[in-house]
Structures are given as C-alpha cells and as structure tokens.
C-alpha cells in the first residue's frame, strides 16, 4: 500500500514541477538556460564531493539508522536519542520519495508531514538502540555515570540474561526496588 502511495506522490510531484516548468518557459524563455545551468551545477558539486581529502564520512541521518535497525526497536542497548532539530522542507520530502534506500511508509510520512498543519515540536526525540550488541565493556573514571546512563537502562529493558560485575550491589539494589515498585 505504501508503494502505491509513494508512486502516486512521485507523479504529483512530476506534475507540479511540469506545470512550474511550463509557466517559466511562457514568461521566460531565458529559463532553460539558467535550469540547465543549475542541474550541470548540482552534477558538478557532486562529483566534486567524492574527492575530497578528509574522506566521505558523515554524521548518520534518520534515514540511515532506520536502514541499519538502530530507530525503534523495542530491545538492545540503549545508545542514545535522535532528537529532530530541523524542520523539514519540501525539496527534501520530495527528495525522500525518489530515494530507494528510505522505505516507502517512512518517505511517504515525512512527505505528508510538510503539508500538516501540525508541524512537530523541535524536542521530539527518538530511541536509538542495538539490537544486536552481545558484549559490551565501560571503561570511564568514576562518577560520570555508567550505571545510571547504560547499566540500568540495559537491566531493566533487556528480556535476556545478564552477567554484570557489580561489587558493590547497588545496580541490583536499585533495579530490584524499580521492578518491584513498577509490579505493584
């Protein structure tokens, strides 16, 4: 269904370029040189951009860690949260909808979203998680809070068994009075 609905907003899209591209060209027709020169300009800057001597690493996009698994899911290590700071235009929901690498229900969903009259709030955030950590290893001075940033987040979301080095016994300790106050 959600093929269905990228493919009939790809067409709409389509249509209002078209019919852009045919107003321009009746009042202007110095248009298709200045389009052709904008479309050698972007092909430009992005071969430009493969070659570059620091390399192609970038920061991770929404897009990106929903591919990898990394947004929603229910278990795993906890790594952090993406927090949506930008507000989203039309050139790039469009630009969603011909990418083959983002899911057709999300690109539909970010497309739809800037014609809401909702906008969302800029604090909204979203779980990031590995779902596929096995082994994990914390080394950091004492203090800057490993229990309560990683350990107990993962002992009171993880279904599986755990062996944790725990000498002291608070992280028992406390994650046994959250579970038992939550149980009541």
Same mark, same amino acid.
């Given at each position: 269904?959600?093929? =269905? ?8 899209? &389509?249509?209002?370029?078209?019919? =852009?591209?045919? #107003?321009?060209? &009746? ?35 929404? *897009? /990106?860690?929903?591919? *990898?698994?990394?947004? /929603? ?5 906890? !790594?952090?949260?993406?927090? /949506?700071?930008?507000? =989203? ?7 969603? $909808? ?6 057709? *229900?999300?690109?539909?969903? $970010?497309?739809?979203? #800037?014609?809401? &009259?909702?906008? *969302? ?6 779980? !990031? ?8 290893? !914390? ?26 080095? /725990? ?10 009075? =959250?579970?038992?106050? !939550?149980?009541?």
């Amino acid at each position: 269904m959600h093929k =269905l609905s990228r493919s009939i907003l790809m067409l709409s899209t &389509l249509a209002i370029a078209y019919c =852009l591209a045919v #107003v321009a060209v &009746l009042y202007s027709p110095w248009s298709w040189i200045v389009g052709f020169a904008l479309v050698c300009a972007t092909a430009a800057k992005r071969r430009l951009g493969d070659r570059t001597a620091f390399g192609t690493a970038v920061w991770a996009k929404e *897009a /990106d860690l929903r591919k *990898a698994a990394l947004l /929603d899911a229910e278990e795993g290590l906890i !790594v952090g949260r993406m927090i /949506d700071c930008r507000t =989203l235009t039309f050139f790039d929901a469009a630009s969603t $909808l011909w990418n083959s690498r983002v899911k057709a *229900a999300d690109a539909c969903r $970010l497309y739809l979203s #800037v014609f809401s &009259l909702r906008r *969302a709030k800029s604090s909204t955030s979203t779980m !990031v998680r590995l779902p596929r950590a096995v082994h994990t290893a !914390v080394f950091a001075p004492t203090g800057v809070g490993k229990d309560v940033s990683l350990v107990i987040p993962s002992l009171l979301t993880c279904p599986d068994s755990m062996v944790i080095v /725990d000498f002291k016994g608070e992280n028992a300790r406390i994650t046994a009075e =959250l579970l038992t106050a !939550v149980s009541m």
